[in-house]
């Protein structure tokens, strides 16, 4: 998919904006503190609902006012799609797909595919576990829409349940109403488990063919998912199980007042040649694998979706040395990039015909001429 216009009213430091966007490449250049993330950061809201920044929408209103506004006008395989985002402080979002609005953020799952790929993710593989689990969770809530709403009914859930152990530490005459989050909570956590352990599964035979063409042949990269609890055959054996292993932790978690298994506490486990490359990786094997995974990404949501994602790459090309870009770049080939950079030197490796540059100056942004 593509998108064909942006337009911003009050978003960050952006009064008013409309822009018409290139199909193929488009290339964001400016100084520091002109604007440049806030275009990737409206684009990637159409998709996920929230931003990659912040989770209060007061921030990304413009200062100063009460309302933000993102439309987005899009291509897909079967047609146009138009999402539109309205910010309101103190309200829930307003979201408004082809023309229907709603309030609710699983609405506007699944209507704009992006993936991001900025500095942090480059740092994803030695980051602890919370990092790779939100990676898994943003991934997968982007091309199926139902793990967002389990993932959402897991985590009110499980703050519940901790409540509850809080309160069987001053009082264990609560501990009869526990079996009803148990139970519940080994429901959903069971769906969340089966469905990241088939994400990992195909995302690990997609990275580990980009891997292969990165490192010439030399290194195989493996992705395991790793559960707190281990997994089971099927969903019924695993939620009984689940149940079974939350009263063994039982005095734990009441002393800690959290729970301390479920798919809230697992990760990814990342391997090189059989080495876990999250702790004995190199710098330059951490990056390699954190752009496997960002390329076998695209090909999982076109894999899924039937639509190849829009990519937004942030300030991420400078940190890559050359041989990296031009991977990175080979791969691009009829995917809509939006690339944000301080310096086109950064870019000499972009040598694509099919592009548009911008320059940002101060929310302002114009068609960039040399000299
Ligand atoms: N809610 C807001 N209202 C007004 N301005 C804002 C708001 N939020 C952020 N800004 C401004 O937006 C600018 C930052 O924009 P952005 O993050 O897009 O910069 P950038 O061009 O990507 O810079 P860099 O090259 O440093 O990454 C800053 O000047 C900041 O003060
Ligand atoms: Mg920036």
Known sequence: MYIRNLKL??????HQLELSLHPKVNIFVGDNAQGKTNILEAIYMTAAGKSFRTTKDREIIRMDKQQGYIKIEGEKRYGKVTVELKLEEEK???VKVNGLTSTKRADLLGNVYVVIFSPEDLRLVKEGPAERRRFIDQELSNIKPKYFHHLH????????????????QQNR?????????????????TKLMFEKMSFVS???????????????????????????????????????????????????????????????????????????IRIFGSQGQQRTTALALKLAEIELV???????PILLLDDVMSELDPKRQQFLIKSLRDIQTFVTTT?????????????????????????????
């Not at 009213?9 to 952006?14: A, G, L, Q, S, T």
């Not at 519940?160 to 152990?165: D, K, M, S």
């Open 9 to 14: 009213i009050n978003f960050r430091n952006y």
């Open 92 to 94: 829930k979002k307003q």
């Open 153 to 168: 009914q897991y985590h009110k859930v499980l703050m519940q349940r901790n409540n509850l152990l809080k309160k069987i």
């Open 173 to 189: 005459g609560y501990m009869e109403t526990l079996e009803i989050w148990d139970e519940k909570l080994a429901e959903l956590g």
């Open 202 to 276: 195909r995302l690990s035979m997609l990275s580990k063919l980009v891997h292969r063409k990165i490192t010439d042949n030399r290194e195989t990269l493996e992705l395991k998912y790793q559960s707190s609890i281990p997994m089971k055959n099927n969903d019924a054996e695993m939620k009984d199980f689940f149940i079974k292993k939350l009263q063994e932790t039982l005095e734990k978690d009441i002393n800690r007042g959290s729970t301390t298994i479920g798919p809230h506490r697992d990760d990814l486990g990342l391997y090189v040649n059989g080495i876990d």
């Open 302 to 308: 076109k894999g899924e979706t039937g639509e190849y």
């Open 343 to 371: 310096e086109l030197n950064n870019l000499e490796t972009m040598e694509f015909n099919e592009k548009e540059i911008f320059y940002v100056e101060n929310a302002h942004v114009k068609p960039y001429a040399k000299d």
